[in-house]
């Protein structure tokens, strides 16, 4: 079938990585926050963390054999520790001091160096600072870091998850950059679905489709797809497509996280086929007012949970049960679900530099459901759109 998709009118590629002045900027900032928590070093273990400061950026994450260790000192650059198979490639980070052990190793998967070079450059008696908090883990062995204090008796550990939350949430213009990229992208694709997909197909063929499309227009890997198809809605937002083939009244979402350089686009689109009932579109067309609402509200000052209010008060006219995964939205990044959430409950102030998502839902006749979803960036004079808008009224496929 043929495609809309022209590769003249593409927008311009962004450089992939970033530059040294980047990186020291991201530093700066982070040890004057540092510096008014009194914490003397912050050891970070997980990917998202490690690139941020590093730019390291490999699949090589999905194996869960080696811990990778990155320390923030009070000032000058960060010190990586990791197994000697990454070497090469932190070589060609801005890094300076990067050691290394062979590994795997068990019985001794990086401590001893890691010890050794905190007491080194922190000395034995300080102040360690670790993301503990909601969203965050402990990427190596708990029965490591059980050993790695009693290597560092007089060394004390401190929650910087505040720290790591307020420096993630806020993106430079070359991260916005990538972003803005990955929505268009992936916006293109969505638009010329209909066109590549019909009535009669089974729902892995329609995402094997839509991830091929994706690829082909310069997307770097589509990580995280899902979805579901179903008469008059969907059940199941969360999981693989099935084999199960489409037809007549049925409504097919996908959400998709796809990535360029390190960094995500999250949002969904709905098709119907054929004939949509009129409660469907009407729903549809509730979705677009809510996120259009959300979209308004989010000011500079305004807070996430005022956005939240201000779409569930849109849905509510429907008499529904208007959401029940938790929240209408969320940060986003370089991973797919960022601080902070769009709840009833989160007070959190936006701020220009945020990407967030805005993720509405309606629960349907007989346990079904219909979530529609955009990305935006809060900006000093007001939101902007990063994914290029869903159509007004939902999109027949084969009509």
């Excluded at 070359?174 to 009669?200: N, T």
């Amino acid at each position: 079938m043929s495609t809309k998709y022209n590769s003249a009118t593409c927008p311009q590629v962004p450089a992939r990585g970033f530059t040294a002045a980047e990186f020291e900027t991201r530093c700066a900032r982070t040890q004057k926050m540092m510096a008014v928590a009194n914490i003397d070093a912050l050891l970070l273990t997980t990917e998202p963390e490690i690139r941020y400061f590093t730019g390291f950026l490999t699949r090589f994450w999905l194996s869960p054999t080696r811990p990778w260790f990155l320390l923030v000192p009070a000032s000058g650059k960060p010190v990586a520790i990791i197994p000697s198979i990454g070497a090469d490639s932190f070589a060609a980070t801005w890094l300076d001091d990067v050691r290394t052990w062979p590994s795997p190793q068990p019985e001794d998967e990086g401590l001893t160096l890691l010890s050794a070079t905190l007491n080194e450059i922190i000395g034995p008696s300080a102040q360690i600072g670790m993301p503990e908090g909601p969203e965050t883990h402990l990427r190596m062995p708990m029965g490591d870091f059980t050993r790695l204090r009693s290597l560092l008796p007089n060394v004390s550990f401190t929650d910087a998850t505040e720290i790591i939350r307020d420096l993630r949430m806020i993106k430079s213009p070359a991260e916005i950059e990538k972003i803005s990229y990955i929505c268009d992208l992936v916006s293109g694709v969505f638009e010329d679905l209909p066109e590549l997909i019909h009535s009669g197909m089974s729902e892995i063929d329609i995402f094997r489709h839509f991830k091929i499309a994706c690829l082909t227009r310069g997307v770097d890997d589509v990580d995280y797809l899902v979805g579901g198809a179903g008469p008059g809605g969907y059940t199941n937002i969360i999981s693989p497509p099935s084999q199960r083939r489409v037809g007549p009244g049925d409504v097919l979402m996908l959400d998709t996280g796809a990535v360029f350089d390190g960094y995500f686009c999250d949002f969904d689109r709905n098709y119907v086929f054929c004939k949509p009932e009129d409660h469907v579109k009407h729903a549809y067309e509730t979705l677009i007012e809510a996120t259009q609402a959300g979209f308004d509200a989010a000011l500079v000052g305004a807070c996430t949970a005022d956005v939240f209010e201000t779409m569930n008060r849109v849905l509510a006219k429907e008499n529904s049960q208007t959401n029940n995964v938790g929240r209408m939205g969320h940060g986003l990044g370089m991973q797919i679900t960022e601080w902070p959430s769009l709840t009833a409950t989160d007070q959190t102030q936006l701020r220009p530099g945020m990407v967030l998502t805005l993720e509405p839902a309606l629960d349907l006749k007989n346990g079904a459901m219909m979530v529609h979803e955009e990305n935006i960036l809060i900006g000093a004079d007001g939101p902007t759109w990063l994914t290029r808008l869903a159509p007004p009224s939902l999109p027949i496929i084969g009509a």
